[in-house]
C-alpha cells in the first residue's frame, strides 16, 4: 500500500459518483462525508501531480469535486483550505507587500562552459583553503525553469502565505492566487514540521500554454510572449477567480526556513515529495564538473520534448557543509551556478497553427512558436500569410522552422527546416469561430458568416464605430469588449437599443459617461451613406469605394436591391440586372465552359462604378446575399435611416477630373481633400491610371504612385500647386 494512503475512506479507490441530493443528508452525516471527500481529493492531487499515477480518472476526481461544492455550500461547510477554494476568492485592488522569511537570492549564471569550470575551480580552491576534502565534491543538478520564483508558507502545516520574489527581500503576496493552482497543497502530508517555508517555481505548462495563447489569438488577442510572462502575468492578477481559469503549476526546489537540517540538497530533494511538495523527476546528483556539464548538455538536447519551457541548468554543490564554508554574497549564494542555454537564434519548434478570422472574414493562419530570438526580439507566434502560404511551405505543426521578421517588425516563417510533423496543415473548410463554410478567393480565405460570425462581431462593432464610419466617440475597443461580455451588445442594431441605467450599471462607468455614449448613438441614427458603407465592413470597401457608391447609386436601398438583383421599387428579381444573362457563357479555371452565375448580372453593375473592380464587386454582392448579414441589416435599419448622398453639394467646378492623392498634406488630411474634389464634381481615386488628370504629392509619398503616374504621363502637383488649382476654380478650401 502506498505510504499515507487514507485508510477506510470509500473516495480513494473505485469511489462511488452517484450521491443522493445533498438535502436529504443530516448536518453530522454531511460534515462527515466533507472531511472524507476533502481527505480523498488531497490524495488524488498528491497521485496526479507528485507521484505522476494517478489512481481515479478525471471523470471521477470532477464528480467528487462537484460533491463536496454541493456539501459545503448546502451545509456552509467552507474551509479556507478545502479543495474547492481554488475556485478562487474576491477581488483585490491591490497586492501588499510582505517581508519573506528568509532572503530569496538571485543565481549567479552565465553560459559558457569556461565559465561553469571557473566556479568550480572557485569552488574547491576555497574549500581547500578550509580544509574541506574537495575529493568527494559532488553536484545536485536541475534544471532550471523559465518562470516566476515563490516563497510558499506553512504553519501547522497549513499553508498560510505565498508571495513573489519580489526584490530578495520582499514581495506581492499573492496567497489567494496560488491557493487555485492545484499541485500547491494547502495541507502538507505526513510528519512535518510546525513552521515551513518553501521556494518553489510558478510556470505555465508548453501544452497549456499553447492552447491558452490559442484561445487568445482566436479571440483577436495579442498573445503572451513566453510562458514565463503567461506565469507571471498570471500569478499577479488581481482577481483569484482569473487566476484560477489559467494553467499554472509549481515545481518546489528549496527550503528557505525551517527547524529541520538537511545534510544535502538530494536529501531535501527526497523529502519534499513526502510532504505533498512536486519535484521534477529530471533532477540528477553527478559526481563532479564534467557529470554536471553532461547533463546541461543533455538536458539541452531534449529541451524542444519537455513539457515545460527551461532555459538552462542549475548546478548545486550537494554537501550542505560545503554550502555553509562557502557562504553567499549579499545577492547569490556561492555555491550555486546557473548554466544558461543558448538563446534560439530564427530556428524554433512549430507547436501550433491557429486561424484567425478578422473583421472582414479574413482567415488568418498564426503559428505558435517555441519562443526565439529574432534580430534581438523575442518571438512566440508568426505569421503564415495564407493557405497557398501554408501549402507551398509544407508547414506541419511540430516541424523546425526558421522565422524572419519582414521589415524587422512582422515576424513570419520562411522556411521548414526539418520535417518532423506530418503533411502540412490542412486548413479549415469551416470558420472556427462560427462554423460557416470558408470561401478561397486566390490564396486567401474567408468566412461566409458575415455579421452574424462572433470572431468578427467585436471588431465588426469596433470598426463600425471607429472614425472613418459612424465616428462614435467613447466607444473604444475597451469598451466594445465590455459590452459584448456583458452580454449588451450582440449585433450592430443591439447599439441604438442601450440605456443609460444599462451603462451606468457596468464597472467603471457613470451616469454621465453613459449618457454621453448614449448621446452619441442618437447622432449616428441617419448617417452619411458613405460612412455607413464603410461601418459594415464589406470585404474591399473602403472610404473612395464608398464614396463613389454612395454618388452613384444616391441611396443605400438602391445598393441593396442592386446587389439582390431586384427592383428597388417594386421588390421584384431582376433575371438580366446588367444584361440578358440568359445566353452568357464563360470559361472556368479549367477552360471548360459554364453558365455564369446567378449573381454574375449584379456585380456587372457594380463594376461600372468607378474603382469597382471585379473582386470588389464581388465582395458586395455576396454581402448583401448572405441570410446572416441580412437579419442584421433588418434589424439595423429599425434603428439606421442612412442618408442619401447629396451628389449635387458644392458645384461641378472640378467635373470631369480624376485625382489621386499620395503621402500626407498640411492643409487638411487626405480624406477631407478626397471629399472635397468630389464636392465640387471630380473623381478621387486610390491608384493611378491613364484616367487620372493629377497625382496629388505630399510628404513622404508612396513611390508606385509616383511610378505609375511617370508611366501614364500623369501630371504630378505639390500640396501649393493643388491649392492653386482650387483656387483658379473658385474653390476654397474648408479648414
Not at 574549500?127 to 518562470?147: H, I, Q, R, V
Not at 526584490?167 to 491557493?179: C, K, L
Not at 497557398?388 to 521548414?416: C, H, K
Request: with cysteine; hydrophobic share 35%.
Amino acid at each position: 500500500m502506498t505510504a499515507n494512503r487514507p485508510a477506510d475512506n470509500p473516495y480513494v479507490e473505485d469511489p462511488p459518483t452517484d450521491f443522493s441530493p445533498a438535502a436529504e443528508l443530516s448536518a453530522d452525516d454531511a460534515k462527515t462525508q466533507v472531511a472524507a471527500l476533502r481527505e480523498a481529493i488531497r490524495y488524488h492531487d498528491y497521485r496526479y501531480y507528485v507521484e505522476n499515477d494517478p489512481l481515479v480518472g478525471d471523470r471521477t476526481y470532477d464528480a467528487l469535486f462537484s460533491r463536496l461544492e454541493a456539501l459545503e455550500d448546502h451545509f456552509m461547510l467552507q474551509s479556507e483550505d478545502s479543495p474547492t477554494q481554488r475556485v478562487g476568492g474576491a477581488p483585490v485592488d491591490e497586492l501588499p507587500t510582505v517581508e519573506h522569511v528568509a532572503p530569496m537570492l538571485s543565481i549567479d549564471q552565465g553560459g559558457e562552459v569556461e565559465e561553469v569550470l571557473e566556479f568550480d575551480e572557485r569552488v574547491r580552491r576555497e574549500l581547500a583553503s578550509e580544509g574541506f576534502d574537495t575529493e568527494s565534491l559532488s553536484y545536485f543538478c536541475e534544471p532550471k525553469f523559465d518562470g516566476l520564483s515563490l516563497e510558499i508558507v506553512y504553519e501547522d502545516g497549513h499553508l498560510v502565505r505565498a508571495a513573489t520574489r519580489g526584490d530578495g527581500r520582499e514581495g506581492d503576496d499573492v496567497t489567494s492566487n496560488v491557493r487555485t493552482i492545484r499541485s500547491v497543497p494547502q495541507r502538507l502530508r505526513g510528519e512535518y514540521p510546525d513552521f515551513l517555508a518553501v521556494r518553489g517555481e510558478v510556470y505555465m505548462p508548453r501544452e497549456a500554454f499553447n492552447d491558452y495563447n490559442r484561445e487568445r489569438v482566436e479571440r483577436g488577442e495579442d498573445p503572451f510572449a513566453n510562458p514565463r510572462n503567461a506565469a507571471a502575468g498570471t500569478i499577479r492578477q488581481l482577481d483569484p477567480k482569473i487566476t484560477a481559469e489559467r494553467p499554472l503549476a509549481v515545481y518546489f526546489f528549496d527550503v528557505l526556513d525551517t527547524s529541520i537540517e538537511f545534510a544535502s540538497q538530494s536529501e531535501l530533494y527526497e523529502q519534499l515529495p513526502e510532504w505533498g511538495l512536486r519535484t521534477t523527476d529530471l533532477a540528477r546528483l553527478v559526481d563532479d564538473i564534467d557529470g554536471a556539464i553532461e547533463y546541461r548538455d543533455d538536458l539541452l538536447d531534449r529541451r524542444d520534448d519537455l513539457p515545460f519551457e527551461i532555459d538552462g541548468t542549475v548546478l548545486s554543490i550537494n554537501d550542505h557543509d560545503a554550502c555553509e564554508v562557502l557562504g553567499a554574497t549579499s545577492r547569490a549564494p556561492r555555491y550555486v551556478f546557473a548554466y544558461k542555454f543558448p538563446a534560439r537564434k530564427e530556428e524554433t519548434t512549430l507547436r501550433d497553427v491557429v486561424v484567425q478570422v478578422g473583421r472582414t472574414g479574413r482567415l488568418t493562419p498564426v503559428a505558435l512558436l517555441d519562443p526565439v530570438e529574432v534580430g534581438g526580439v523575442t518571438v512566440s507566434r508568426a505569421s503564415l500569410h495564407n493557405p497557398a502560404q501554408i501549402e507551398e511551405l509544407g508547414v506541419a505543426v511540430g516541424d523546425t522552422v526558421r522565422v524572419q521578421r519582414a521589415g524587422d517588425v512582422i515576424p513570419y516563417v520562411s522556411e521548414v527546416v526539418e520535417n518532423r510533423g506530418e503533411g502540412h496543415f490542412e486548413f479549415p473548410d469551416a470558420c472556427p469561430a462560427c462554423g460557416s463554410i470558408v470561401e478561397r478567393d486566390g490564396p486567401m480565405a474567408f468566412c461566409t458568416g458575415g455579421l452574424t460570425c462572433p470572431a468578427q462581431r467585436e471588431r465588426s462593432v469596433e470598426h463600425y464605430a471607429s472614425r472613418d464610419a459612424l465616428d462614435i466617440e467613447g466607444m473604444g475597443e475597451k469598451v466594445v469588449e465590455q459590452l459584448l461580455d456583458a452580454g449588451l451588445v450582440r449585433t450592430l442594431a443591439d447599439l441604438y437599443e442601450l440605456t443609460v441605467e444599462d451603462l451606468a450599471a457596468l464597472e467603471g462607468w457613470g451616469e454621465t459617461s453613459a449618457r454621453n455614449l448614449v448621446e452619441e448613438l442618437e447622432r449616428t441614427r441617419e448617417p452619411p451613406l458613405d460612412r455607413f458603407l464603410i461601418g459594415l465592413g464589406i470585404h474591399d470597401v473602403g472610404p473612395v469605394t464608398a464614396r463613389n457608391l454612395a454618388r452613384e447609386f444616391g441611396s443605400f436601398d438602391a445598393i441593396r436591391a442592386a446587389a439582390e438583383g431586384r427592383d428597388e421599387e417594386t421588390g421584384n428579381s431582376n433575371e438580366s440586372v446588367g444584361g440578358d444573362t440568359t445566353s452568357q457563357v464563360t470559361l472556368d479555371a479549367l477552360g471548360e465552359e459554364t453558365s455564369p452565375s446567378a449573381d454574375s448580372g449584379n456585380r456587372e453593375v457594380f463594376t461600372a462604378v468607378e474603382d469597382v473592380g471585379p473582386e470588389v464587386a464581388a465582395s458586395i454582392v455576396d454581402f448583401f446575399n448572405s441570410d446572416g448579414n441580412r437579419e442584421v441589416l433588418d434589424a439595423l435599419l429599425d434603428h439606421v435611416d442612412p442618408q442619401a448622398a447629396d451628389t449635387d453639394a458644392g458645384g461641378d467646378e472640378l467635373d470631369g477630373l480624376t485625382f489621386v492623392f499620395t503621402g500626407s498634406l498640411d492643409a487638411f488630411t487626405r480624406k477631407d481633400a478626397q471629399e472635397l474634389v468630389e464636392r465640387h464634381g471630380a473623381n478621387a481615386t486610390s491608384s493611378v491610371s491613364s484616367n487620372t488628370d493629377y497625382l496629388v504629392i505630399g510628404d513622404n509619398p508612396g513611390q508606385s504612385k509616383r511610378d505609375d503616374a511617370d508611366a501614364n504621363d500623369v501630371p504630378t502637383i505639390d500640396e501649393g500647386e493643388f491649392l492653386d488649382l482650387l483656387d483658379e476654380h473658385g474653390i476654397e478650401p474648408e479648414h
